[in-house]
């Protein structure tokens, strides 16, 4: 059996339950973005890159945490999140390519009118990123297209404004920001990525784990050493290829759970009470519930199963 990963909802499932608003909103803005970019026509490898620098264009705000700055009609032009997410998208995730989009994705038209690429991607997130901003502040139809006509060759590009107003009259999607469920807007796209590309793969794994820093720096550290260890003994044990590479992957996932656990027991310097203890034992529940459907039943077992004993013991 091939392995494949549904990779984009592992690393969404992950950022969800550290925090569901920068991920949700992205997921949203994903969508708006395939909307977007089939209006303008543009070819499908830049929009596949586009909606996933949008699925992540906030991932920054998960360390710089800037909730009220992210919420409200009017952005400010430079936002810390923008740099945490150029560097995270550059150095620890597979999509460095889309990085500079993240970078300019607050810059103002008006200011830069640069032709660049990156500038011109970055323009195109923002459009879509104050669409779902104004849905999520409550405005009105009305007030939106106004308000977009407005910042027309202002804080918006001409072409993504008339995109913008032609995507909300032709498909309803002042609507269906209001009404979609986040599994609905999901399911647009969210399949994606699904790979059985063993390096493309551990690009990911390894950025899925480097999201587990904006909860816990332990975690992130004992996630890839299990997994280092975990594949020095697979090949101590003379495991084939193909198993070792169910083993590290579990490694790596196997405690994606822990990102549901409270930091006050998950980063306790002292010993867990009974209570603590059976609130920690749920990890291992949790990433069986994130990575259930996504990986492949192998690594999910392996995973599951990593407080078990040899005589049976441990748990869950
Ligand atoms: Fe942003
Ligand atoms: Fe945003
Ligand atoms: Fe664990």
């Known amino acids: 059996m091939k392995t494949s990963f549904r990779l984009m909802d592992l690393i969404k499932g992950s950022l969800e339950s550290i925090n569901k608003i920068y991920i949700n909103h992205g997921v949203r803005v994903a969508f708006l973005m395939d909307l977007l970019t089939r209006q303008e026509g543009i ?33 400010i032009k430079t936002y810390p999140h923008c740099l945490e997410g150029y560097l995270f ?23 830069t009118r640069s032709k660049e690429f990156a500038y ?18 409550g405005e009105s139809e009305e007030q939106i297209k106004k308000f977009f006509k407005k910042q027309k060759g202002k804080m918006f590009h001409p072409e993504d404004v008339d995109a913008i107003i032609k995507i909300i009259d032709d ?9 979609y469920t986040i599994d609905q807007f999901a399911n647009f796209y969210l399949n994606l990525l699904v ?21 816990s720096l332990s975690t992130l550290f004992h996630s890839t050493s299990t997994a280092t260890i975990a594949c020095s003994l697979a090949k101590l044990d003379r495991y084939k290829k193909k198993e070792k590479f169910k083993v590290v992957c579990a ?3 196997h405690d994606i759970g822990k990102t549901t656990t409270p930091l006050a027991i998950l980063e306790k310097p002292t010993k867990l009470t009974d209570d603590e203890m059976k609130i920690m034992k749920q990890h291992v529940v949790h990433t069986k519930e994130i990575c259930e459907g996504i990986v492949d039943d192998d690594i999910l077992t392996i995973a599951y199963r990593h407080h078990e004993r040899i005589d049976g013991s441990g748990y869950p």
Not at 90 to 101: G, Q, V
Not at 102 to 108: K, N, R
Request: net charge positive; charged share 30%; proline share 2%.
């Open 120 to 137: 011109r991607n970055g323009e195109r997130i923002h459009a879509v990123d104050r669409l779902d901003v104004l849905v999520l502040c």
């Open 251 to 253: 490694g790596m996932i």
């Open 43 to 75: 070819k499908k490898v830049l929009r596949r890159k586009l909606i996933f620098a949008s699925l992540f264009h906030d991932i920054g705000a998960y360390r710089t945490n800037e909730e009220k700055n992210l919420v409200r009609p009017i952005a």
């Open 171 to 179: 498909f309803n999607v002042i609507t269906k920001l209001k009404t």
């Open 195 to 215: 790979t059985s590309d063993k390096k493309l793969l551990f690009k990911y794994l390894k950025m899925l784990d480097f999201t587990f820093e904006y909860y």
């Open 89 to 111: 998208l550059k150095y620890f995730s597979p999509l460095e390519n889309y990085a500079d989009f993240i970078l300019y994705h607050h810059s103002f038209y008006d200011e």
